[in-house]
């Protein structure tokens, strides 16, 4: 049989475009490979004293800008370029290395290497002691092994030799967080207003505590936060005057907590009592955007959401302008309950596995569907998507009186049809409903064994023709959906008898055509007692 593999929400990262990655960068060359790390690393160092002064840092934005091309070629030599020869000495004699693994043929390595190499350029300005390295996976296969470089890109974080999974965001910034995080530096002290509004110069979210001192069991839970969080700076201040640059709405003058972020929800205070869990659960809960841009980058944390409710609205750049207003309006009053996602309809490998599973693939106009992962349903905004008929979609959602939507082909003319065609629409009527007994052929285009029971079923139909008690139908599982139609390996015969809908019998499709007219045979004698025997 052929096994249908289950629906994944990592279908995305299916399709993906090949093309060549640009050389961006001084890269050693091939005659170069065997030089050994300290000829490298002393270059490295050379080039990087004649630019310290034009570098960009955290603490001072008003330098001169260089051309894109330039500052990215000049944080792209920061990044060390692992080899066979160089890859161990570099890893055992560096107490912090984050490695990236990539394949130049990679597209997603494509667009995270940039990112990567501005924020070892950020680091480098902050002083940091990590070092930042890549290797080419697909040239060096041995070393990337030797490092458990499975997959491309790949970011491992070496401490003192042993490697650590890279569980953080994928923007330079979201790096640079991390890694200062996992580093020795998971909160930043701001001890002036200058500092505080340098500091919003740069960061569009960010979650602050007011302490009247540095210590206590209350700081000691905030800090254990921000080192167990692996996406959001931290900020602390003693000054209830800093405080307030950095989020107007502080509450209290001696212990507060605040997440704040660049949008029209953009201060949320923390309540409660402080602890290191609650505190990764408020974030957790209040993190993302009130309507979140889904991309091949974030997918896997908007999928491991813990609100399992999410509303997704796929529209063009245009339809999302006029619509995302009083869309983040709904989803306000929806929050902590519903998550809201923006997909560009444009971007098929990110919009076209969803669309697929509403038989909307071809859609150009705003769709709106929904999802409770924890029921596995799925709904259909039918309506058009006014504001008022998408705030009663989500009402509806929450309450349990949305019906799940279940996918189906228009209803087929089955006028002088030997075998019935079934679709989602007609599987009441024709199947559970009919007083008749049924032999349904469920089937995928994609199935190379369906072919042959389709070509059996057809002589099954001519053989038994003239009984009027048994009707021969078929349906594409993958066009049309039921509730009470679960199936997983295809092709599949279902026997559906006369007296009990409610348990279809299951026919081995490996069977031979006299094996199958048994069979039949056999569950329609109990229906009725004339029936053919043999073919």
Known sequence: MYKLKPSSRFLFFSLIFLFLLPLLTSSISADEDTDDLEDIQELIALDEQEEVN??????????DRKSEAEVLSKAQRIVLELNNDNTKPAIEENEYVLVLGYAPWCARSAELMPRFAEAANVLKGLGSTLSMAKIDADRYPKAASNLEIKGYPTLLLFVNGSSQPYTGGFSSDEIVIWARKKTGAPVIRINSVNEANEFLKKHSMFAVGLFDKFEGPDHEEFVKAAKADNEIQFVETSSEEIAKVLFPDVQSTKLFFGLVKSEPEQYTVFEGNFDGDRILQFL????????????EFNSAKVYSSPNKRQV???????????????????????????????????????????????GLEESDDIVIIAFD??????????????????????TRLLDGSLSPHYKSQPVPDNKNATILTVVGKTFDELVLHSPKNILLEVHIPWCINCETTSKQMEKLAKHFEGL??????????STNEHPHLQ???????????????????????K??????????NKHLKSQEPSTKDEL
């Open 312 to 358: 997704y609205v796929f529209a063009d750049a245009d339809d999302l302008k006029k619509l995302l207003e009083p869309l983040q309006e709904i989803a306000l009053r929806f929050k902590s309950k519903i998550m809201f996602i923006y997909v560009d309809i444009r971007e098929e490998n990110l919009a076209k596995p969803f669309l697929t599973l509403f």
């Open 284 to 295: 957790e809960n209040n993190k993302f955007p009130l309507v979140t841009t889904l991309t």
């Open 54 to 63: 034009s570098l960009p840092t955290y603490e001072n934005k008003d330098y």
């Open 487 to 509: 199936v997983e390996d295809y092709p599949t015969l279902l026997f559906y008898p006369a007296s009990d809908k409610s348990n279809p019998i299951n026919l081995p499709t």
């Open 373 to 394: 992962y924890n029921s596995g349903a799925k709904y259909l905004l039918e309506s058009d998507p006014a504001p008022r008929h998408i705030e009663d979609f989500c």
């Open 511 to 520: 069977s031979s055509l006299k094996e199958l007219a048994a069979l039949i």
């Open 468 to 477: 009027e008690n048994l009707i021969f139908a078929r349906i594409d599982a």
